[in-house]
């Protein structure tokens, strides 16, 4: 019983040596960080197309099959997004009608409304694009079609933000403004997406609803997208919903807490854009933010997303890659980071110009290697200033002079030196040796409590033996 007690107490105590070397040696042998990884080539990307796309100089500049009709899905809602931007006010109010829940399937992303929820437009718009709600997408759709009757009556001579108003719906839906009102006003909308795709150059685009729900009528190509997603990226609210990380819905007359839903976004390269810093080969893509994206996915659609971004010499640069089989959905943002990457060196190698210096990790913190961690951080390093992107560059205004007086000399401090005890640097500076001697030394300490224990007992067993024999009827 003795001897397996000071076994299992000699096994803790060696265990404890070991844990405390380490420490004495500066830390444990492990180090948790997040590894330095290469995004895969081109020509091991996997999807039906991409399209990197310069928005600042007007023209692609990397791309396989940019033209190729594609089924965007939720990447639908870039274009439902800035119709919404464009014709509602957002601190509007919409309640949910039966028809736009009507509209959406049991499989489809929701923001989590219900019908007769009044809801405003600035909650619908962060529930279509980090949720993806097919549920706000009809119901925004919705409250553009009613807008445009209101602001850009058929009857009136004022147009809307596409050059149309109402009379140019009712031409193509063939129905009177009531039915329009009645039963028709996704369709309506359908409408002024296509519109506003063919005002930006879209040529090989057609949309029927608001969701990206798959239909063989509603297609796009990544050529369109990166269109779309520019002239969307030129509203700031526009950057501010596709860059949010999360978003906490406040309480409506159905949901009435706050908070009663947490979402966040689905652009997984939003929070590690570092990945798209390098190419393959580890060459400095020259990416200097990703502003946001807008992801999409259907059985028939593959993965996709669209990305804006932005160049360090000062180029607006589109991403788009459509396409991706579901065997390699677990790739996309990898892919996505590829694609980007390969296309910012391609638009620096045009272009190679400083105009907003630093790294991705300078203009969004994130979960990346030391290399790859912010340089430039006022909270870190008070005193630096983290470079605006969002912000033109002006001529610095002209300083007053100021004169100056002499500093007083500082007065040297004397720092008192801490002195490290001899034991700890030599287990700093020998930890196996240091290890192997706290070994030693704990089992001499075991062995010796142990013979101590055996030694009282010898005593006590001697002690009992003499006290039975001068007991009367004791042996003699």
Known sequence: MISRAIRTVLSLLVTSSVVMSGVLAGGVSATIEQPQLRVPPLENVHCASYCVYDDTDGEIILSVDP?????PASQTKIMTCQLGLDYLNLDDYLTVSSNAMGAITSDSSIMGVGVGEIVQVSELLYGLMLPSGNDAANVIAEGVVDAMFEKYPASGSDVG???????YIIEQLGKSEEEIKANFKLRAFA??????????????????NASGLHDDNHYTTSHDLCLMMANASKNEDFKILIGSESHIFKATNRHTDDAWKYVKNSDYLLFDPWLASQTGEGIDSHLIAIIGGKTGTTSMAGKGLTLSTVNANGHAVMVSICGIPADYYYYTTMYAASVTAYGHLECWTRHPEVVYPGTTGDYRYVNAPAAQQPQYDSL?????????????ETEPAEQP??????????????????KTHPLVLFAKEQPVVAAVCGIIILAIIVINIALFIKVNSLKNRNRRRKANIRKPGGVI
């Open 67 to 71: 033209d190729k009709k594609i089924y």
């Open 161 to 167: 933000p596409d050059g149309i108003n109402a009379s």
């Open 191 to 208: 409408c002024i997406m296509n519109k506003r795709a063919e005002n930006l150059g879209c040529t090989g685009t057609h949309f029927v």
């Open 380 to 392: 870190i390093f008070p005193g630096d200033e983290l470079v605006n992107y969002v912000v033109e």
């Open 401 to 418: 002079e100021v004169t100056t007086t002499p500093s007083p000399t500082p007065v040297p401090q004397v720092i008192e030196e801490v």
